[in-house]
């Protein structure tokens, strides 16, 4: 017992299928675990007995087909479960259960997975650090000198259960790095699909054209197996992409000889700390090694994709969170008419950070300040994927680190909106661009808090990130070095 | 007609005005299923029972456009003379209301399906052209209840996301009759192509108004209202003259007139301000990201162009230049497509000259005396070809014509039954009628003297005589030429 | 080189005045205390987002999707797939047939 909770989601699921391992008895261990873990405050709604039920009638009816088959898995509370309450960590939602279940989740139960429960993120999945919650922040696994440390944001719940073995793997979404950085934050691997591959039916929308959910997993196998799961076109979603079936799992290999990797000088930045890029220079020579072949490259608008995001995102998070009126689901205050009532519920209902982004996605798209603002952005939008357009004439990848940090103290920008906006500034171009990119743990900084590199590729290119990953990952050697301090 | 002159001219304190009127009608798209969802779209169903998990606009749903109210959409376009476009986008028009749950209507703002087009209007001077600005689909609301419950309004999403055509006019109507000849036209269109059934009891055709006033003779256009939502032809055209009126009032009394969204109060008929749309003028139009561009190629169009009917413009040229039709009568029988339907049954089997004189005259008398519509006539298509043919071939007068057909009416009855069984067949042996009219000759032999010595008007006596003998069946034209010669 | 901005002088063009009428457009109540906090934090916003002045990009393409698909269309089939109950469940306030808002005034 308890060591199950280490095995990586392939290794799990081939001992299951193979009845080395019940899935009763992994899913009872991971029980045990998150049942001693809430001071990490990673779930926001536990499914536990459903689940123990769920693993038995797995092993009773050998229902043991499916790619996940008896795999313990608890996912962003952004995608709507069905009969179990969904809230997107708002005060808003409080209560809704939904009558359906979202395409992707709905894929990992029909491939054997076992939903665990609900996991904590920033509210609406708007931050970089999981504090906007309304459930409060989740504590990242790994600690500084006894001081609790962000797990990133805003898959902040899943970065943390992950590394903190709670969960065998999980999805998240990213919007702008949601994913990638707090996998980099707590030494996981998270990857964001290309814009389209996975479909966002189901997910409580926070800025429609960038939104994706992806995988976060322990290891490189772990992430392309779950890709394998979710991704697919869904006719439901009219962006999700219309493109064949693919098998990442079994085309991943380490054989990137030859293949041409991309360093852009635009993301060396002025007070990045020298350790990130030393690992980045490490992660350079790592690719040589394996045979890449590493081109300098430039991407001039990299600068302008920060401030491009801080438009589009908020203009369409203001009209997608207009649904949020107290009339059909979640919370309702009371008012003497019914505009009195809107303003009191979303008001009540709402945190700070997410009126911050609804005020100014409104101010950009009204009368008088459109062209100026969300019409421009959209134009560098365009830029932007053109910067990429071009360089992926040249080179197949591209590195560089995820984060230009690593992980921060809980409260430590909690009032600057800005710098905490500037966690993203190498993950947000790639949102913009609508392209696949993963980070994966790639060493620590001199504190002990992990760091990440990221790999960016073509569109719906996966195979190639997730190969050169692989590749990286064996390098690299990464060891967990969580210690269980909280249990 | 044509020398009908305009004259919709309203008196002011000042001298006379001018009203400008531009209608954006909203037309329900003919389809199954709704625009963004496969809700069913069926009228007076029980509340919130055709509301899909989209309509409700329930987290993490998502539209997928309905191919057939694009096809829909299209074939309006066309029978519109319009130009289509072949991209376009759909946008969010936003806003917060209790009908609409997306807190966002998914419109069509910068790129529209359809650009511009015209209506022809036949009045009373002449024709006019009426433009179209642009034709756009979009998403109904749900609909709001206020008067069930002395503190709230409940909400039915049944409508929710139906999909519309906004059919945005030009401001080149200048009085309600042109409205309502605006509207009538672009329903028969609607109805000729199948896009719209046009029924405005049950919502499926509603107008927004918007009405400025200027002095008769100026050129520069007033600051106008938009009078929303009006849902019968009467109550747009009330509208019209009230709020035209209110406008002249408060221009003469030296006061300026407000852009505004107003409500016409159909039981007070006024129009008032409308305080839910104090902030209509910012929708923060942007396009809809959860929607891709709409780019149709030049086969999907034609495809749909081969589909298109006769429409009524071009079906009254043809009744006008192959049938010798009057431009009135074949602007009738275009008019709704129900009785050009009904007046194509009964002309193809008869005289098409005949077949309109006796809609428009008999049928339409008896319709209108028994507040029917033409789809419920007592007389079928079939019958009524039926007697036209009995005397087009001689065997009735038209005057018998009229007592057949009023049988007709009763008991929708075939004619030619008719006539067999009441011997209403006109006699037309001219050998017979000449015995009988020798008899005439033979008894009146004073009158025939008379005649003869110039009293020419008797002749009609001999004819009535003729009749009376043949109890009114005697066929009046050989009658007639049976006794010219006999008198001679 | 990614040049962090710099904040320190906002233009302040976001007033009181414009915070009350985004609020009321965005329909989230506001008082004082909000007011001036959103002034702080949209003005800083803001400023860094002005940024993007810097780009002369009048002939560019405005990008509002990176799909590059035609779009789905689906056939006109009915399909029922929840009961009214279904529907309503998650209301705060509800009836037997109907969601239930404060009386509208129109
Ligand atoms: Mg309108
Ligand atoms: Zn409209």
Redesign the pocket.
Known sequence: MGEITKLTLVNLVSKIKSKEISALDACSDYVNRIVKSKKLNTFVTETLEQAISFAKKIDDNNLKEGILSGAPIAVKDLFCTKNVETTASSKILKGFVPTYESTVTSKLWERGAVLLGKLNCDEFAMGSSNETSAFGNVINPYKVNDENIVPGGSSGGCSAAVAADLTVATVGTDTGGSIRQPAAFTGIVGLKPTYGRCSRWGIVAFASSLDQAGPMTKNVSDCALMLDAISGFDEKDSTSANTKKEEFLKNLNRNIKGLKIGIPKEYIVDDMPKEIQDLWDKGISWMKESGAIIKDISLPHTKYALPTYYIIAPAEASSNLARYDGVRYGFRASGKDLNEMYENTRSLGFGNEVKRRIMIGTYVLSSGYYDAYYLKAQQVRRLIKNDFDLVFKDVDAILTPTAPSSAFKIGEKKDDPISMYLNDVFTVPINLAGLPAISIPAGFDQSGLPLGLQIIGKPFDEQTVLNSAYALEEKIGFKSQVKDWWM | MADNKFDYYLDGKTGKWEVIIGL?VHAQVTSRAKLFSGSSTKFGSDPNTQVSLVDAAMPGMLPVINKFCIEQAVKTGLGLKAKINRFSKFDRKNYFYADLPQGYQISQFKFPIVGEGEIVLDMPYGTKVVGIERLHLEQDAGKSLHDQDPENSFVDLNRSGIALM?IVGKPDLRSPEEVGQYVKKLRSIMRYLNTCDGNMDEGSLRA?VNVSVRKQGSQQLGTRC?I?NVNSIKFMQQAIEYEAKRQIDIIEDGGTINQETRLYDTKKNETRSMRSKEDAHDYRYFPDPDLLPLVLDSEFIENIKKTLPELPDEKKHRLMNDFGLSSYDASIIISEKDISDYYEDVAKNSDYKLAANWMIVELFGILNKEGKEIKDSPVSAVNLSKLINLIKNGTISGKIAKTVFEQMVQRNENPEVIIEKSGLKQQSDPKELEIIIDNIIKNNQDKVIEYKSGKIKLFSFFVGQAMKDTAGKGNPQLINNILSKKLK | MLIYPNFSSSLMTINKETVKKISKLSRIASNEEFENSMIKDLNSILKFVEQLNELNISNTEPLSSVVDQKLYQRDDVEKKINEKKDILQNSPVKNENYFVVPKIIE
């Open positions: 954006e906004e927004d938009e929303k």
